[in-house]
C-alpha cells in the first residue's frame, strides 16, 4: 500500500474542537440526575453536566 491517508492523525486544532465549543457556551449537556432537591431554590431541579468539560447547570422543572 502505497497510498498512505493524510488525515489518520487528529490535528491539535481537532482536538482542541470540542473544547472551543464549550469555551463559546456550546456544551454538550447530558443529564446527570433526574429530580434532584435544590435546597437554595426549594425545588426539583434536573442536573446538567458537560460531557467534555464537566460542567454543571440545574435546571428547574
Ligand atoms: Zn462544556
Known sequence: MADILPFKRKTPAEKHKGKSLCVHGFHKWVVQTE?????KQGKLVTVYRCARCSKEKTKLL
Open 35 to 39: 429530580k434532584k432537591f435544590d435546597v
